[in-house]
């Protein structure tokens, strides 16, 4: 089983629509929790972190579930420039704090 | 934010051969750096974890004979594949923490593209 799971998608959403994606993690020792964004070939960028008691951030909101191991992503009144892959990310404890990715989901913002 | 600079940006070669991927954080320091790979439509994975000035820990199943990492500067770190075969063929990515940034915030490389014939 893969640590950090996410639906890859993609999701094919019109401009304005909400959309949220779902990611489950298995480590439960995991410590923190981020979204980030990836344009097709291109490197990841932070989007946010993700905390227990839920974070904003413009039309981005995040969650975190610890007790069922599950993080979702809230994009509210989608645009264009929202196309991209949406990769879940965790840290667990212990030595350099590795980032463990999910392959992502791709998200499809049309017109 | 921090500028993570690689090169090259994309490689072709021939099987057997060896490459040198260069990764360097422009505007800051990192005392650590990570190698990762990703394959089409697949997450990154981490490969190893580069300290300046010690030895590089690699990740369970990555061979470190074949892929040599030195970090011997605090802006720079390379990434040696070494008798590269068409298995090898890849997005190579590196990231470097900034020492005052967020434990989860890494600064990427734009990535080089391996393609081994």
């Known amino acids: 089983r893969k640590e950090v799971e996410q639906d890859p998608g993609p999701f094919n959403v019109p401009e304005g629509a909400t959309v949220a994606f779902n990611c489950t993690y298995s480590n439960s020792a995991s410590q923190s929790f981020f979204w980030y964004r990836q344009d097709c070939r291109k490197e990841p960028k932070l989007l946010m972190s993700?905390?227990?008691s839920g974070n904003e951030d413009g039309r981005f909101t995040a969650q975190l579930n610890r007790a069922s191991q599950y993080i979702s992503l809230l994009i509210r009144d989608s645009k264009l420039s929202d196309s991209a892959t949406y990769l879940c990310?965790?840290?667990?404890?212990?030595?350099?704090?590795?980032?463990?990715f999910g392959a992502g989901t791709r998200l499809a913002v049309h017109p | 934010g921090a500028v993570v600079s690689q090169h090259p940006s994309r490689v072709i070669c021939k099987s057997g051969t060896s490459v040198k991927i260069e990764c360097r954080s422009l505007d800051f320091q990192a005392t650590t750096m990570f190698w990762y790979r990703q394959f089409p439509k697949q997450s990154l994975m981490l490969m190893a974890t580069s300290n300046e000035g010690s030895k590089a820990t690699y990740e369970q199943g990555v061979e470190k004979d074949k892929f040599l990492i030195n970090h011997a500067s605090l802006t720079l770190s390379t990434l040696t594949v070494t008798s590269a075969h068409p298995e090898d063929s890849s997005f190579y990515i590196c990231?470097?923490?900034?020492?005052?940034?967020?434990?989860?915030?890494?600064?990427f490389g734009p990535g080089t593209r391996l393609t081994v014939l």
């Open positions: 990310v965790v840290i667990h404890s212990g030595g350099y704090n590795k980032l463990i």
């Open positions: 990231s470097a923490r900034e020492r005052s940034s967020g434990v989860g915030e890494q600064f």
């Open positions: 993700v905390y227990s």
